[in-house]
């Protein structure tokens, strides 16, 4: 079983920053993806980007390229979401997930078998 727990979520103004972290224990993650999906309200929770942790590969939705980055710290077992040049549109409750297998990065929540409890953000404009 793998843990996770999200932080940093919070109020930004539009154009702003904010970094997500997720914090993952329980197993090694050498071998697993690790992501990032969101929902707004009254809409399906949707894929934002994941991180395949041995070779940091990543996949990130057409509508965050150039703005957020996704990363890894190998020795504290933790995935970061830096959110940048943030939009209206970006706010939603960010949740963080996990899949203990790696040979692809996919982006359907039925995919992923770990979650956090999700954290706010919310973008003002």
């Known amino acids: 079983q793998v843990q996770l727990v999200e932080s940093g979520g919070g109020l930004v103004q539009a154009g702003g920053s904010l970094r997500l972290s997720c914090a993952a224990s329980?197993?090694?993650?050498?071998?697993?993806?690790m992501g990032w999906f969101r929902q707004a309200p009254g809409k399906e929770r949707a894929f934002v980007v994941a991180?395949?942790?041995?070779?940091?590969?990543?996949h990130y939705t057409d509508s965050v390229k150039g703005r957020f980055t996704i990363s890894r710290d190998n020795a504290k077992n933790i995935v970061y979401l830096q959110m940048n040049n943030t939009k209206p549109e970006d706010t939603a409750v960010y949740y963080c997930a996990g899949r203990g297998v790696d040979w692809t990065i996919p982006t359907s929540r039925g995919a992923y078998d770990y979650w956090g409890q999700g954290t706010q953000v919310t973008v003002s404009s």
């Open positions: 991180i395949r942790w041995y070779d940091g590969s990543t």
């Open positions: 329980g197993r090694t993650l050498s071998r697993s993806v």
